[in-house]
Nanobody
Framework: QVQLVESGGGLVQPGGSLTLSCTAS????????MGWSRRAPGKSRELVAT???????NYADSVKGRFTISRDNAKKMAYLQMNSLKPEDTAVYFC??????????????WGQGTQVTVSA
């Protein structure tokens, strides 16, 4: 069994910063690409950022220059550092990871999400 758990969400004022964490646990052999997505109220899920096992990153245009994705392969964790937050960043943020299980199967797992609210 594999689990992804996000943490670090909350309420922050516009212009503020927040760091989200994602922890993978369970029968894991390896983790390929990890990513963060978000779903704002009334909108479809949007891919925010991805990071490969080797550290190559990709960002949505809406967050470039403000958000930074990183990971710690030894700890099986991914992070999303969010700076200069705007009200339009308000959303539920989800972590996902392409995980190779100990049985050598590759599955894309998702966390349950963490709420980020940007408001004065």
């Amino acid at each position: 069994q594999v689990q992804l758990v996000e943490s670090g969400g909350g309420l922050v004022q516009p212009g503020g910063s927040l760091t989200l964490s994602c922890t993978a646990s369970g029968s894991i052999f390896d983790i390929n690409t990890m990513g963060w997505s978000r779903r704002a109220p009334g909108k479809s899920r949007e891919l925010v950022a991805t990071i490969t096992r080797g550290g190559a990153t990709n960002y949505a245009d809406s967050v470039k220059g403000r958000f930074t994705i990183s990971r710690d392969n030894a700890k099986k964790m991914a992070y999303l550092q969010m700076n200069s937050l705007k009200p339009e960043d308000t959303a539920v943020y989800f972590c996902n990871a392409e995980i190779v299980s100990t049985a050598r199967s590759l599955v894309n797992y998702w966390g349950q999400g963490t709420q980020v609210t940007v408001s004065a």
